[in-house]
């Protein structure tokens, strides 16, 4: 079973640029959750999608954003990039039980991403 | 405030000891812990996931939850040279069950 992709692998942005992340979840999960990793800041999450909403959000400015496609695929992007975006992007999936509650999240192999 | 306090790192211990990884959270109504090795320039590995109190064991890893004292903590027994990497715990807030608040993690170093 394949796990969660993440694309690209590494992106190097200008200041106020912007950029698209891709993560395709593990077959059969339908929740995709995004995290920021930084050496000072540690995991930090961003927000969560599921069946094509945004569930649950963290605390980031409205720079980033996220959608979910019909196949649970999702994106996030981030719009005029600053050098503190430059971190690790990760991104997780996981199942949903019924009544909504999400089983345990493993993660994609992340997108660094530079901003210069 | 922080919301989930890991042990200041780094921790060494020789090969075949026991490590232990400690954990703190400061919201009482947290409903699952979970814990995630990461090697250095990868992600995170979900090692193990725990939703009552008591103990859950799976191979040589045993988590250990107390909700009354907000603590949760991993065990290694039989560390290995291969077991070093940074410890992450991680809990979900309630009403937000896939949202996971983590702790800055521990390095352990297993000494052959």
């Not at chain 1, 930084?38 to 996220?66: A, D, H, I, M, V």
């Not at chain 1, 649970?72 to 719009?79: A, G, I, K, L, W």
């Not at chain 2, 009354?68 to 560390?79: C, E, G, H, N, T």
């Amino acid at each position: 079973k394949a796990g969660v992709t993440q694309t690209p692998r590494y992106l190097i942005k200008t200041r106020g640029q912007q950029v698209t992340l891709s993560c395709s979840p593990i077959s059969g999960h339908r929740s995709v959750s995004w995290y920021q990793q930084t050496p000072g800041q540690g995991l930090q999450f961003l927000f969560e999608y599921f069946s094509e909403t945004q569930r649950n959000k963290g605390n980031f400015p409205g720079r980033f954003s996220g959608r979910q496609f019909s196949n649970s695929r999702s994106e996030m992007n981030v719009s005029t990039l600053e050098l503190g975006d430059s971190a690790l992007y990760l991104c997780a999936s996981s199942q949903i039980r019924t009544g909504g509650a999400s089983t345990e999240a493993f993660f994609g192999q992340g997108t660094r991403l530079t901003v210069v | 405030q922080k919301e989930v306090e890991q042990n200041s790192g780094p921790l060494s211990v020789p090969e075949g000891a026991i490590a232990s990884l400690n954990c703190t959270y400061s919201d009482r109504g947290s409903q699952s812990f979970f814990w995630y090795r990461q090697y250095s320039g990868k992600s995170p590995e979900l090692i193990m996931f725990i939703y009552s109190n008591g103990d859950k064991e799976d191979g040589r890893f045993t988590a250990q939850l107390n909700k009354a004292s907000q603590y949760v903590s991993l065990l290694i027994r039989d560390s290995q040279p291969s077991d070093s990497a940074t410890y992450l715990c991680a809990v979900t807030p309630p009403g937000a069950n896939s949202k996971l608040t983590f702790g800055k993690g521990i390095t352990l170093s297993v000494r052959p």
